[in-house]
T-cell receptor, first 118, second 112 residues
Framework: ETGVTQTPRHLVMGMTNKKSLKCEQHLGHNAMYWYKQSAKKPLELMFVYSLEERVENNSVPSRFSPECPNSSHLFLHLHTLQPEDSALYLC?????????????????FGPGTRLTVL | GQQLNQSPQSMFIQEGEDVSMNCTSSSIFNTWLWYKQDPGEGPVLLIALYKAGELTSNGRLTAQFGITRKDSFLNISASIPSDVGIYFCAGTLSYAGNMLTFGGGTRLMVKP
C-alpha cells in the first residue's frame, strides 16, 4: 500500500464510450501525475499537476482530459478512445513538483487501471 | 527527450544466484531511483539515491549512485522466486524538479 489508490482497477470500453479514471492520494502531496504504460515501452508521462494547476501536457491527444479538483484527487476523463489506447494507466504523487537538488522527495505510484478499448 | 539506457532487458536466473542490472545516461542526474513492478500493479519504490557515490542497501538489495552522476546499478543477492518482476531505474534531472525519466526496465525471471 503506497498511499495512492486508483479506481477502477480494470476497465473495458468501446470506442464510443465515455469513462473516467480516478486517483486519490492520502499522503498530503501537492503534485500528481498520470502515466501511460504500454507493452514493451517505457513509462510515458501524460500530465502533471502541481497545487491543482496543470503544468505539463506531453502532446497527449484531446480524447484524454485530466481534471484535478483538489490536491488529493486526480481524474482522467476518456472519450472516443482508440484500440491503441489500451494500456495500464498509472497515477503517481510527490510532495512537490519543484524540488531542491538536495531534496529527498520522490514519486509514489498507484496500482494502475488496466484499460482495454474494443 | 532524455534517455536512460537500462540493461539487461531481461534475465533468467536460478534461485539463489545474485543479480546485477544498471542504468546509464549521457546526462547528469540529481536523483536515482529503483522501482519494482509486479504484473498488474504499479511500480513500488525499492531504493532512492540522492548523492553521487552513495551506496544504499534494502535487505538483499543494494544500489549505488555513480560518482559521475550518469549511472546507477542495482544488485540483488541470493535471489528468490518472489523477486520476479520488472525493475525500473528512474532519475531526476537538475532542471526538472521531481519529473522522472525512466529506463526501459529489466524483466527478471527466477527459476526455483
Amino acid at each position: 500500500e503506497t498511499g495512492v489508490t486508483q479506481t477502477p482497477r480494470h476497465l473495458v470500453m468501446g470506442m464510443t464510450n465515455k469513462k473516467s479514471l480516478k486517483c486519490e492520494q492520502h499522503l498530503g502531496h501537492n503534485a500528481m501525475y498520470w502515466y501511460k504504460q504500454s507493452a514493451k515501452k517505457p513509462l510515458e508521462l501524460m500530465f502533471v499537476y502541481s497545487l491543482e494547476e496543470r503544468v505539463e501536457n506531453n502532446s497527449v491527444p484531446s480524447r484524454f482530459s485530466p481534471e484535478c479538483p483538489n490536491s488529493s484527487h486526480l481524474f482522467l476523463h476518456l472519450h472516443t478512445l482508440q484500440p491503441e489506447d489500451s494500456a495500464l494507466y498509472l497515477c503517481a504523487s510527490s510532495q512537490d513538483l519543484l524540488a531542491e537538488s538536495s531534496s529527498t522527495d520522490t514519486q509514489y505510484f498507484g496500482p494502475g487501471t488496466r484499460l482495454t478499448v474494443l | 527527450g532524455q534517455q536512460l539506457n537500462q540493461s539487461p532487458q531481461s534475465m533468467f536466473i536460478q534461485e539463489g544466484e545474485d543479480v546485477s542490472m544498471n542504468c546509464t545516461s549521457s546526462s547528469i542526474f540529481n536523483t536515482w531511483l529503483w522501482y519494482k513492478q509486479d504484473p498488474g500493479e504499479g511500480p513500488v519504490l525499492l531504493i532512492a539515491l540522492y548523492k553521487a557515490g552513495e551506496l544504499t542497501s534494502n535487505g538483499r538489495l543494494t544500489a549505488q549512485f555513480g560518482i559521475t552522476r550518469k549511472d546507477s546499478f542495482l544488485n540483488i543477492s541470493a535471489s528468490i522466486p518472489s523477486d520476479v518482476g520488472i525493475y525500473f531505474c528512474a532519475g531526476t534531472l537538475s532542471y526538472a524538479g521531481n519529473m522522472l525519466t525512466f529506463g526501459g526496465g529489466t524483466r527478471l525471471m527466477v527459476k526455483p
